[in-house]
């Protein structure tokens, strides 16, 4: 029996954005930081998973606002 080891790795990204871009675009200035695909990033506030069509004034994401940020 060996037991489970559980790793959480904060990551901190600082990005520009303006109200109007999209989740989308969100990730792919993420992607181009981090160098992980952007159609693989999730990203999550408390239960909501955020869609990449919707814009960032749209779910309210305001400047110093922290994002769950998960790799599927």
């Known amino acids: 029996w060996r037991p489970q080891v559980c790793f ?3 990551l901190l990204l600082t ?3 303006s109200q109007e871009d999209t989740i989308g675009d969100l990730k792919k200035l993420i992607s181009a ?3 992980t695909r952007w159609d693989k990033i ?3 506030k408390w239960y909501t998973i955020f869609k990449d ?3 960032l004034g749209d779910y309210e994401i305001h400047d110093g ?3 769950e940020l998960y790799y599927q």
Do not use: A, I, R
């Open 42 to 44: 999730v990203l999550k």
């Open 53 to 55: 069509h919707v814009s």
């Open 33 to 35: 930081q981090t160098g």
């Open 65 to 67: 606002m922290n994002l």
């Open 8 to 10: 959480v790795l904060c």
């Open 15 to 17: 990005v520009c954005v």
